[in-house]
């Protein structure tokens, strides 16, 4: 069945490069995204790639899909400590109309 | 312009009790999705509205039903809580046409606690 994976604890310096790791099963995938969720909110929209690319970049946000590895990663450059939060892959397909989610992500920025 | 917005932001139930939850999607959206998202976990589909209809369900009981309103508003209803209910239940609005903006707009959520 679908599935998403992501390594659970990502923990970076401040300033530094943060890269998130997704992967995917569901090969009729259409979109990806990548959503981020602080203690207590709902999920907020960070960006999404649709799967006839490779890559997008948006400001600090840099997305790459390997759509042979079902590879999805998120690089943040420059971290700062207001980007500690969770962060969530989710997989979506015009076959059906769910988003398919993987466990999160937890980002600590170290000051 | 208000995003998705839903009520209530925080609720307790006693196990047996039915709850229903309410979301407004962001302005010009049409379909509607309910997650149920529990502590530590990634959000799990419940099901999806458009034109007043469940157009897609997930793996959930059917204590677990919804309603969408003409205004494109929708409820979510559960019947008979379980302990297990307890979560996060985050709605997620959607516009009509691929775009720029396509994607989903989540709300902040409701917290239900059954005790």
């Known amino acids: 069945g679908e599935d998403v994976e992501q390594s659970l604890f990502l923990s970076v310096r401040e300033g530094d490069s943060s890269v998130i790791n997704c992967t995917y099963t569901d090969s009729s995938s259409t979109y990806l995204y990548w959503y981020k969720q602080e203690p207590g909110a709902g999920l907020q929209l960070l960006t999404y790639i649709f799967s006839n690319m490779d890559m997008k970049q948006d400001q600090r946000l840099t997305v790459l899909l390997n759509k042979k590895d079902k590879h999805l990663s998120l690089r943040i450059a420059d971290t700062q400590t207001g980007d500690s939060a969770i962060y969530f892959c989710a997989d979506h397909s015009d076959s059906s109309y769910k988003l398919i989610f993987g466990s999160g992500t937890r980002l600590l920025v170290r000051p | 312009d208000a995003g998705v917005t839903q009520s209530p932001t925080h609720l307790i139930k006693t196990r047996g009790q039915q709850v229903t939850l309410r979301c407004s999607p962001k302005s010009g959206h049409d379909t509607v999705s309910w997650y149920q998202q529990a502590l530590g976990q990634g959000p799990q589909f419940i099901f999806q509205?458009?034109?007043?209809?469940?157009?897609q369900r997930g793996n959930f009981p059917d204590r677990f039903s919804g309603h969408q309103f003409p205004n494109y508003s929708s409820e979510l209803n559960v019947n008979a809580l379980l302990l297990g209910d307890s979560a996060l239940y985050l709605c997620a609005s959607r516009p009509p046409r691929r775009g720029l903006n396509y994607g989903y707009t989540f709300g902040s959520g409701t917290r239900l606690t059954v005790v």
């Open positions: 509205y458009y034109e007043e209809e469940e157009r």
